[in-house]
């Protein structure tokens, strides 16, 4: 026997044409699209098959919907999409709706990234770098585990005010320093996370700051993928 999932994502009924086209933007092919007697649309990209069914009252900005995709590729899917964003849309949109969010090690054995469509459904991508699934024990260094909660709050509960709160209590701190990797660490998520909120001014402060922090050549290959979003972020 052999099975096939293929996950059902809510559509603003308005934006399903939006929303093919940014999937198209990604790779995907359309192999149904429909106006009446509901919007419907099926999409396909190698393997992986989404179908979108129009809402009319959808609200977008508040959409929990998505699912997850496993790859052996991660890196280069993430590469793909976003030239293919930046040639659809001559920029690649990191915040507000649609974007593509950074590649990161997840604490539970997994390097992922997250894509949101137009109508809010998002898909994470990843690919295993462990043999071990499941959440790994909080660190006890202070800014450690101050970035690994962060991280989980931001893409994985995307609870942004929550993650804002761990870095900013952690940035805060006078009787505890972070080495420069993770102070850029905990700046760039915080820049990341102000400019999703839409505090553009917090944001660019934070940056700045970030750009700031000296590190050596060791430190720069280990802050690698923080580096190349602070790039992002600022551009």
């Given amino acids: 026997m052999t099975e096939t999932t293929i996950p059902m994502l809510p559509c603003r009924t ?40 129009g809402m009319k009252e959808y609200e977008p900005a508040s959409s929990h919907s998505g699912c997850y995709v496993l790859t052996d590729d991660v ?4 590469a793909a999409f976003r030239a293919g964003l930046k040639k659809a849309y001559g920029r690649v949109p990191a915040r ?13 054995g997994v390097r992922q990234f997250l894509v949101t469509d137009p109508t809010g459904n998002t898909i994470r991508i990843g690919q295993p770098i462990s043999e071990d699934q499941n959440h790994r024990p909080a660190p006890k260094e202070t800014f450690a585990r101050a970035l ?15 993650a804002a709160k761990i870095i900013d209590r952690a940035l805060g701190l006078t009787d505890e320093r972070p080495t420069p990797v993770q102070r850029l660490r905990l700046l760039v ?3 990341d996370i102000a400019q ?26 280990a802050a690698a993928d923080a580096l190349s979003r602070l790039a992002e972020l600022r551009s």
């Fill in 148 to 162: 690994h909660m962060a991280d989980l709050f931001a893409d994985s509960k995307q609870d942004l005010p929550g």
């Fill in 14 to 53: 308005s934006l399903i044409e939006t929303t093919v086209d940014f999937y198209t933007a990604l790779g995907f092919g359309t192999t149904h699209l429909q106006k009446s007697p509901y919007a419907y649309a099926v999409i396909e990209r190698g393997s992986v098959e989404l179908q979108l069914y």
């Fill in 189 to 191: 998520l915080r820049g």
């Fill in 96 to 108: 507000g709706l649609p974007r593509i969010g950074p590649l990161k090690d997840m604490s539970y």
């Fill in 196 to 221: 999703r909120m839409g505090d553009a001014e917090r944001a660019a402060a934070l940056l700045e700051e970030a750009a700031g922090v000296r590190l050596g050549a060791a430190e720069r290959d």
């Fill in 75 to 78: 890196d280069g899917l993430h």
